[in-house]
């Protein structure tokens, strides 16, 4: 990669464009982990179903992490005349559309008493699938933040990635439970399977000329970037601990979305599920939308170090609320201070990853990074799944006391271990 490549000042369209398959995987995330796979689960895992779906999306999401990491690390060696990370990108977008539209085969009339004894084999590889090949083309798309653009352009292109992030989440939340709800199912998954998919053809084709090959002596072979994916030249000690304090408060975020429509059945079991997760996703997306761009406007002033602090511990106490609220007008109105609370998170996290990155070991770095979302859901899928055994009300509360600890946690470890001084020196 040239300096020139670095350096350049890029337009608002190319920032847009660099970015838009965080828009269709955010959207292939939120839809299936928040309402497909619990939907589809109802007819195929009688019993114990929160643990069952909590162990499925632990292995879905480790499957994810590894593949996050395994692509970021590839892609840095690649030297493909296409560029770097445009192979990658190609790759996941191409491969998710068979393991994603998979389920639709146990909805169709004709097939569904064939393949409804291997159901559940079937609904796990197409979620462990799904998880594997969006997270190969978004572990190489990670890394173009610190690929292709000046330190002054970061801030901006995170908040776009924010946008797109939680627009396709929104798109996830308003069209799939719709569908859902009109009885096509099958349906949801080809629209999510052809989003994805267009995404990614159009982030490849954005970034056309400017996504450059590596250095031919920098090949390495695949087992040798499976050998180097928890190994580092440059250890940046902040960086990491920075990381686990955003896992930590991403596994309390994370516990709504696969038991989130669970909660809502057992809560306020007279609203419709899919009308109520509407609902509520509706309000934290459009809440927390809000929240991600103020949160870049107020970091100038405040500075990221302390909206990220005011956003872990504000997410605590709400959602501490949220596991005693007995009414739904009050269940919802502590969602959207939480979700407001969630905008530091979402805005600034991945630009100041990206300025912490050592420049010849950034796919690697971001795709560490990507261990507080993908880490984190599966970690929070095993957790509450373990404590959701029994879907009763009291383990219901449990799940937002738990939550609430882990916000804390990560509050306190990014106030200790991430000081203010330490942030200047890397960045400066």
Known sequence: MTAESIVRKRSIGFLFGMSTLVLGANLVWISYNSVLLPVLSEDVIPYNRGLVVGVMGFIGMILATLASIWAGIATDHNASPWGKRTPAILIGGLASVPVIILPSLLLLP?????????????????YCGMQFATNIGYGAGAPLLADLLKENQRGAASGIQGFYTLTGAAMGFLVVTLLNQNGQTSQALWFIAGIFLLTSLHNAFAIRGADRPADPSCRISLWAAVRDMFRVRTRVAVFFWMVFAVLLAYIGINSLQLFG??????????????VALRTLGGINLSVTML?????????????RRTLMLAGMFLCSISTLFM????????????AAVRSAATGPLVAIAPALASDLAPKDEAGQYMAYNNLSTGLSGALASLIFGLILIDMTRTAFMWLFLVSAV????GGIIFFLKVPQKELDRRIS
């Open 261 to 274: 429509r669970f909660v809502l059945q057992e809560y306020f079991p007279a609203i419709n599920p899919d």
């Open 406 to 409: 882990f916000f804390l946690l």
């Open 110 to 126: 004709d097939l569904k008493n064939i393949f409804l004894p291997e159901a559940l084999p079937i609904l796990a590889v197409s």
């Open 291 to 303: 929240a991600a761009v103020a949160s870049g406007v107020l970091s100038d002033r405040f500075g």
């Open 323 to 334: 596991g005693v609220a007995g009414n739904y007008s009050i269940f919802l109105i502590l």
